[in-house]
């Protein structure tokens, strides 16, 4: 099992919490699939699902429009961020939609074409 840590959660809350680690219930993998109101989610990286019915990809902090999220945390790689994106997000049909987790939507073929970091 994985386990939660608050060191990390207090890098973006900015004080200590009185948070403890904690043991993660269910640590998603390639082949788990689930459904919400009749869609089917589809996790393809950590924290990203892509819903193949609708043609859209939310992808949480792992990109955005013209960057890629921050891997100079506790555990993060820039290599393995990118080749990541790379492999699982940028496969998908260029016009799938990409939703981060905050910032501007963006497309999977705009990301290919313009994005500085994936070159």
């Not at 609708?54 to 555990?75: E, K, M, N, Q, Y």
Request: glycine content about 12%; some cysteine; proline content about 5%.
């Amino acid at each position: 099992m994985a386990v939660a840590h608050p060191d990390i959660i207090v890098l973006f809350a900015g004080s200590n919490m009185g948070l403890t680690p904690c043991m993660v219930d269910y640590a998603i993998g390639d082949d788990f699939y689930f459904n919400v109101a009749g869609v089917t989610f589809i996790p393809i990286m950590s924290a990203v699902f892509y819903i193949k019915c609708a043609g859209v990809a939310f992808v949480g902090g792992t990109l955005f429009r013209d960057g890629i999220g921050r891997c100079d945390l506790p555990g993060g790689n820039e290599e393995t961020l990118i080749s990541g994106i790379k492999e699982k997000i940028l496969s998908l049909p260029g016009d799938t939609i990409i939703i981060p987790g905050h910032s501007r939507f963006t497309t999977v073929e705009y990301e290919r074409e313009n994005n500085e970091y994936l070159r």
